[in-house]
């Protein structure tokens, strides 16, 4: 840190790491604009929610509450995670597990 010989006390200027100001400006058009509701289902367990997303989808659901909403698919969510259930549950996405067995059995012959 400098420190400045002719003067009187011997203060230690440091420079403000966080940059922090009295009133800070925010970024304009920071975020994405045309949010919209739109349904998430976990195709492991069936489990849908309702939230928003800017997400495109070409597929509709009629979701609980009587409206169609746009459809975005998940492998997996918090309701099927091991890290959020507790449980180590087996989720298979497009035969993955079948795929790997039939190509081990091929370099074990």
Known sequence: ?????NSKSKKTVRP???????EQIMKKDLHPKG???????????GISFLSKSTAQ???TIKFEDGNEY??????ISNTSHPFFTGKN????????I???KKRYEKKTK
């Open 35 to 45: 949010y919209r509701l739109v349904v998430f289902k976990d195709m492991s367990n």
């Open 89 to 96: 549950m087996l989720v298979d996405t497009a035969g993955r």
């Open 16 to 22: 403000n790491p966080y940059n922090l100001q009295k």
């Open 1 to 5: 840190m400098p420190t400045f010989a």
């Open 98 to 100: 079948d795929k790997f």
């Open 57 to 59: 989808s070409r597929e």
């Open 70 to 75: 746009p459809l975005i698919k998940l492998e």
